[in-house]
């Protein structure tokens, strides 16, 4: 969902308000761990989160500490997915054509540094089998 952050935050605070207001103790620590698990899974973690609630409420709940890893799992595979994006970009933009093999090796890495290296190297590469030989390496 596209949503503005402004508008983001705006929901966020009320959310935290309403809960802060209208509940007390445990429960009000489980609302607002869940409102922060969910705005995290929906919006890839926004720093802006933190002023609002403390991240050690979330810690205290199996279910909140098992939402939190999807949603990094899930920010992660974006993260991936947009950088592997940029590489075939670059690439396609620099080189007549990418090897079939190429990409099918560069699908099989799932480490952001890796990736980040790639992707300077799409960049300063001086033919595709330079960059070939790179992710054979990897």
């Known amino acids: ?9 705006d929901v966020f605070e009320a959310c935290v308000n309403k809960i802060n207001k209208t509940s007390a103790g445990e ?3 489980e609302l ?6 969910m705005a995290d899974l929906q919006w890839e973690t926004p720093e802006w989160t933190d002023a609002f ?8 709940n199996k279910m909140i500490t098992e ?12 993260a991936i997915k947009r950088e592997l994006n940029s590489i075939k970009t670059i690439l396609g933009k620099r080189f007549d ?4 093999d190429v990409l099918i090796r560069m699908k ?5 540094e890796k990736l980040d290296s790639l992707l300077v190297l799409a960049a300063t590469a001086q033919n595709i089998d330079e960059f070939s030989q790179a992710v054979s390496n990897y």
């Not at 609630?53 to 205290?60: D, E, F, G, I, M």
């Not at 054509?97 to 079939?100: D, T």
């Open 32 to 37: 607002l761990a869940m409102t922060i698990a």
């Open 97 to 100: 054509a990418i090897p079939e």
């Open 1 to 9: 969902m596209n949503v503005p952050e402004d508008v983001r935050k």
């Open 27 to 29: 429960t009000s620590d």
């Open 108 to 112: 099989n890495i799932n480490n952001l």
């Open 53 to 60: 609630v403390n991240r050690s409420l979330l810690r205290r």
């Open 67 to 78: 939402m939190i890893a999807e949603a990094e799992e899930k920010a992660e595979k974006k």
